[in-house]
């Protein structure tokens, strides 16, 4: 009989002499949201999906008490995109959410619920309003006499109305 050496999948597992090979569960986990990250690339959500997959791939890793079977993992992070997803935006959440799974990896124990992520979320970056403006005193007093003028204007347009 001779000896042949087990061929390996493009992961590195090994093939089974049956031909069948041995893809782990939680490798297999990771690759479907691999996939599920890929899908509709363009939709305004794009960005979250990969955010929220990234960090699941993560977790699988950790194996954690409570995680999501394999094949579930992909409908689970589109749950957890439909349930924190509604008014983000790319500019001012991307870093809140890589942030708030940063807060969340330090202290699971279980597989985390949206709302333990949406504690933890850093709040939203201070937006810088207009400045304040400047006028000056030859401004100020071409706007003091337009609104006299418009309040003069008026007040003979009452004057008319009481003859």
């Not at 069948?20 to 690759?31: F, Y």
């Amino acid at each position: 009989m001779t000896f042949h050496p087990p061929h390996t999948t493009v992961q590195g597992f090994p093939v089974r002499t049956n031909g069948l090979s041995h893809i782990p569960r939680r490798a297999q986990g990771i690759q479907a949201l691999a996939v599920w990250k890929g899908e509709n690339p363009g939709a305004p959500d794009a960005w979250l999906r990969q955010e929220i997959g990234m960090a699941f791939q993560q977790m699988v890793c950790l194996a954690l008490d409570g995680a999501p079977a394999a094949e579930m993992l992909p409908l689970t992070a589109e749950m957890w995109v439909m349930t924190i997803g509604f008014g983000l935006r790319e500019d001012l959440d991307r870093q809140r959410i890589r942030d708030g799974f940063m807060q969340l990896y330090r202290k699971l124990k279980k597989w985390p619920q949206p709302i333990e992520l949406t504690d933890v979320l850093p709040g939203r970056p201070k937006r810088s309003g207009l400045p304040e403006p400047v006028m000056s005193k030859t401004d100020h007093a071409e706007g003091a006499r337009k609104l006299q003028d418009i309040m003069d204007m008026l007040n003979k347009g009452e004057s008319d109305h009481v003859k």
